[in-house]
């Protein structure tokens, strides 16, 4: 168990524990049965008066509360937040200048456009949402697992969500792109294609909330005790690597394991193997503004990172999972505008939306305005302020006076030596015009493409045909790849091609790439990786015991499969053929061959990790099973004794995206 932090003691105070009083209404009554409605005789109508009856079936009915109108499936965990060194110099943040106490945080990671009974692996942005509990109030870093967005302008925002989310005379489909109203917002957005690169490649499938980044998106503003600001983006980076899954993968995980990303998360924290991210910055002086051939307030704009490299500042490490859903990862309440002294906003169109939606729509999410006093959204200071009443007042004002000034309460409470906003000289013209500078959509699409690996490209190009292959107006097809057409002639040519559509025009593609958007070079660890190994009845168990040694000794989850529950060769069988899927295991160990290679659904196990990239290992009579699944290559296929180091340096590479699967029937 880690150090109980500041937020978690003040939650005490909240906690019910689950001890063995006996049961009572909500008005500490107590209830003698909750089985039999109060009736006349034994089989007469209910009767009015059982209260008891009367107020459990109104609670049920009461108890949902609506689910969030984007980001409405998540989950959350809580972390800490350690500062590497004191950042005076740039900001006056408190938690940003202390090493010495880390400051307490709750995360929530979350899909954005499925409901929230929808399956976590779908194609989509994912949430990543920082509450940061300082010492001079809550500061929420409300991010994506995307350093760029859809629009560049708020305005534009119900716009973009209505055509991703099911369309309106059927509510289908459900946590889909792959529809007409969102290629149709697409093709006439354009502002939306670099996004759109993302959300094409395999950044939109994580394989966890553990191995995806995070970004603020917009150039946010730090400023200093001298009240010098600094331009400053946002940037989570796990410590385990970025890594995917990949599309075929995913559709199947979608109903083997809907709750995939959310159980991981889970079942890493309770397992000890808790999550880490380091917070970076980019950072670029007020005098250099304008030194970018893109707009710094551009939402839909990088800063390459080769322009302008990561700090690292700090690291969270998530290390406690919620007890309860509902009252914390349900009912926390992100919002871009709480910010602390020294953190400071920019006049990026999108951010500034941002900052009237977010309290708006707890207003509405969390029934009224006291929704900050719900136990996860407390910050861990002392709130003091005039404001009063309202639904759900938890509150007992002693005080005598609410306003100020007064002298009635000695003026108190005061307000001094609080937060200033940043003295940003502005002026202008009232005008509905975006800046020119905001006017490229292209280059950095482009640059986007470039920067892919070869694997990259195949997957953008099939996730492409994929999502216009659902699209049933023609038009809306030929405007997408015409838009691809001004991003690169590869892109557009292939995709056209799959659609059966003349190639577009194409445009003079611009040179130039990001190696760090490539997900090729990444950390390499077996550390949580889980791995199937498949058993049955005579295998050889030594061979599979030293190789289990092996991986569960460098952090991986080996888990025995074998026909039937129970044991095999006095090892625990933990899941049922019939129950197991290859999707759900990063690789997997063929550890018997007689009583398996017979079986299609073993073969089918092999072979479907084959055609998804995974480590395949073979140990004793495995060999037999990996013949029977006829697979057209060997490439990350490990056999024979002794395999345990060059196995887990396979897995550790996570794919072997290389290999030929096209010929794969899996
Ligand atoms: Fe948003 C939720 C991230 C643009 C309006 N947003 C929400 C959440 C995340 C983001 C992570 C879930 C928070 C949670 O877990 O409770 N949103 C982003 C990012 C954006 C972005 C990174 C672009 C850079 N959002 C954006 C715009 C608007 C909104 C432009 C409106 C003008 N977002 C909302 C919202 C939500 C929300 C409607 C739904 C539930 C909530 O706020 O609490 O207000």
Request: negative net charge; glycine residues 8%.
């Amino acid at each position: 168990m880690p150090d109980r932090d500041a937020k978690d003691r003040q939650l005490d105070g909240s906690r019910v524990p689950s001890d063995k009083l006996n049961m009572t209404t909500d008005q500490g009554i107590r209830v003698d049965d909750t089985d039999n409605s109060l009736r006349a005789g034994t089989r007469g109508p209910t009767i009015m008066e059982d209260f008891h009856f009367r107020e459990k079936l109104t609670r049920f009915d009461h108890e949902r509360i609506p689910e969030r109108v984007v980001h409405a499936r998540g989950a959350g965990a809580y972390g800490v937040f350690q500062l590497y060194e004191p950042l005076g110099d740039l900001t006056s943040a408190a938690f940003l200048n202390d090493t010495s106490t880390p400051t307490p945080t709750f995360v929530r990671f979350s899909t954005v456009a499925g409901s929230r009974g929808s399956a976590d692996t779908v194609r989509d942005v994912r949430g990543f949402a920082t509450k940061f509990y300082t010492t001079q109030g809550n500061f929420d870093l409300v991010g994506n697992n995307f350093p760029v967005f859809f629009i560049q302008d708020g305005i534009k925002f119900p716009d973009f969500v209505h055509a991703v989310k099911p369309e309106p005379h059927n509510e289908i489909p459900q946590a889909q792109s792959a529809h007409d109203t969102f290629w149709d917002f697409v093709q006439l957005q354009p502002e939306s294609l670099h996004m759109i690169m993302w959300l094409m490649s395999d950044r939109a499938i994580p394989r966890s909330y553990r191995m995806m980044q995070g970004f603020g998106v917009h150039t946010f503003r730090l400023v200093n005790a001298s009240g010098q600001g600094t331009f400053v983006k946002w940037h989570w980076r796990p410590v385990l690597g970025t890594y995917s899954l990949v599309w075929d993968e995913v559709l199947r995980i979608q109903g083997n394991d809907p709750d995939y990303n959310r159980r991981d998360l889970w079942e890493a924290i309770e397992r000890g193997a808790y999550p880490e991210y380091e917070l970076c910055v980019q950072l670029v002086p007020e005098s250099r503004e304008h030194d970018f051939d893109f707009d710094l307030l551009d939402a839909t704009k990088i800063i390459p990172e080769e322009l302008v490299p990561l700090r690292p500042i700090g690291r969270m490490t998530l290390n406690r999972n919620p007890q309860n859903f509902f009252a914390e990862t349900e009912q926390v309440a992100f919002h871009t505008a709480n910010v602390v002294p020294g953190i400071d906003f920019t006049n990026d169109p999108l951010l500034q939306a941002r900052n009237f939606s977010y309290l708006d729509t707890q207003l509405l999410r969390l029934a009224g305005p006291n929704f900050p006093q719900i136990p996860i959204n407390r910050p861990i200071n002392e709130v003091r302020n005039d404001q009063r009443d309202g639904f759900h007042q938890h509150l007992i004002h002693e005080s005598r006076t609410s306003y100020a000034p007064n002298s009635i309460s000695g003026g108190c409470p005061a307000a001094m030596d609080g937060y200033r906003h940043y003295q940003e000289k502005v002026e202008g013209h009232k005008i509905r015009m975006r800046s020119p500078s905001f006017e490229d959509h292209y280059s950095q699409a482009t640059l986007f493409w470039n920067s892919m690996s070869n694997w990259e490209k195949q997957h953008i190009v099939a996730a492409f045909l994929f999502e216009l292959g659902h699209v049933e107006r023609k038009p809306i097809k030929e405007g997408v790849v015409r838009h691809l057409g001004q991003i690169h002639p590869d892109l557009a040519t292939q995709v056209a091609e799959g659609l059966g559509l003349p190639a577009p025009a194409m445009a003079q593609v611009h040179a130039g790439t990001s190696p760090a958007l490539s997900m090729t070079d990444q950390p390499q660890s077996v550390a949580t990786r889980k791995i199937a190994i498949l058993m049955a009845d005579g295998t050889d168990a030594a061979e599979v015991t030293a190789l289990r040694e092996t991986l569960e000794g460098r952090g991986a989850i080996c888990e025995v499969i074998a026909p039937a529950e129970g044991t095999v060769g006095g090892i625990r069988v933990d899941r049922q053929l019939g129950a197991a899927s290859s999707v759900l295991y990063d690789a997997v160990v063929a550890a018997d061959g007689q009583a398996l290679a017979p079986l299609g659904r073993a073969q089918f196990f092999v072979k479907e990790a084959f055609k998804h990239g995974k480590a395949i290992g073979a140990v004793g009579t495995g060999r037999e099973l990996i013949e029977a699944a006829r697979l057209p290559n060997f490439v990350g296929v490990v056999m024979g004794d002794g395999i345990a180091e060059k196995f887990a340096t396979a897995v550790a590479g996570h794919r072997f995206h290389e290999r030929d699967v096209a010929a794969v029937p899996a």
